[in-house]
């Protein structure tokens, strides 16, 4: 079977293989994510002589391959392996179609223990595509991004950032500089190169936050996305009280990011907070009790600021200038409806 990968045509060959000589391969992405948290490693252990048990012993706990297995039980194996000879011994790496090798591991354990002759022998091989010879670590991944990130079985948002992460961590051993690497990466998924260069930003704020749950990424998509938390987390000092607070949320992202929103809405909720005088929700329920999340307030509290900031080059404009008299009509304009808004809003507080 031929298949185009970036742009040049492969033929792979079509095979049958036994089950006991296929292997799972762990740096697929979707695999790499089942087994992130196995290991207290910022990366799992692929030297774990143990690996390919835990693997699959992680496999068999989840719904989803059990409601595979039952599928693939009834109907067959309709979609083929993607393998590639491994380097190592007389095995074959499953780059793609490795839960389904899982599921077909559980339909021929049943078969061997219920002794289901039909079973065992339509398990003990499975259909196979085979990768040529010297088919790279690039375009293994040109081949799992074209079907999983540009494609429409797409990955969660944890697998797509470390396929991307580790893309270009594979380009720059090629000795492509971090730029180039990024740049390459974005050009082969159709992305632009500063949202590659966010989900490996992502990646690193999990490692450096030593996260072993993978279904805490999209927390760090939004620390690394809000710009409150980017400035922060610039700053030993406050970088950990934002990790911290990742970790004892209970709650969904979303949550999160507007918690953050409100809570830097009061600077000094925003400050508590950051030396840990306050939780997130504390300092953000402050920030709503101080009415700092009113839509008006912040209007007005963000025009004021900018006054504030332009001042000095006002003061410094010259008479001469085209602007000088139609800023003066404005200030004087301002100046009356803020007199009368003043008055107003001290009525309503005398009563």
């Known amino acids: ?36 948290s196995l290991y207290d490693e910022d990366t799992p252990d692929f030297t774990d002589p143990q690996l390919q048990e835990k693997i699959y012993s992680e496999l068999k706990k989840r719904n989803n391959i059990r409601e595979l297995r039952g599928q693939i039980e009834a109907s067959g194996l309709a979609d083929p392996l993607v393998v590639r000879k491994s380097d190592q011994d007389d095995t074959y790496d499953v780059l793609e179609g490795n839960r389904r090798l899982a599921a077909c591991k559980m339909v021929l354990e049943k078969g061997k223990s219920k002794k289901q002759t039909d079973l065992i022998k339509r398990f003990s091989s499975l259909p196979c595509e085979m990768a040529p010879e010297h088919f790279s670590e690039n375009h293994v991944f040109a081949l799992l991004g074209t079907w999983h990130i540009t494609g429409k079985l797409q990955w969660n948002p944890f697998a797509k950032a470390s396929y991307v992460k580790r893309r270009v961590e594979a380009l720059k051993k090629e000795g492509n500089s971090e730029d180039s690497a990024l740049d390459i990466t974005g050009k082969e998924l159709g992305e632009k190169k500063s949202t590659v260069k966010a989900l490996v930003e992502n990646i690193d704020l999990m490692k450096e936050a030593n996260e072993q749950d993978s279904g805490k990424y999209s927390f760090y998509e939004v ?25 004892k949320w209970k709650g969904k992202a ?43 307030y912040q209007r007005a509290n963000k025009f004021r600021r900018f006054i504030a ?19 003066k009509y404005e200030f004087r304009v301002l100046k009356t409806l803020t007199t009368d808004i003043f008055s107003t809003l001290d009525k309503k507080k005398n009563g």
């Open 223 to 247: 620390l690394n996305s809000n710009r409150t938390t980017r400035k922060d987390l610039k700053n030993d000092d406050y970088k950990e009280q934002w990790f911290e607070a990742v970790r």
């Open 309 to 327: 900031d332009e001042k000095p080059r006002l003061k410094q404009l010259d008479v001469t200038d085209k602007s000088f008299k139609k800023l």
């Open 1 to 36: 079977m031929k298949r185009t990968i970036a742009g040049t045509e492969y033929q792979f060959e079509e095979t049958d293989i036994p089950i006991e000589k296929l292997r799972f391969w762990p740096e697929n992405p979707r695999i790499y994510a089942d087994i992130y």
């Open 254 to 296: 979303i949550d999160f990011r507007e918690t953050i929103k409100a809570a830097a809405k009061n600077q000094k909720a925003l400050d508590k907070f950051r030396a840990g005088k306050l939780t997130l929700i504390r300092a953000a329920e402050q920030a709503e009790n101080d009415g700092s999340t009113s839509v008006i």
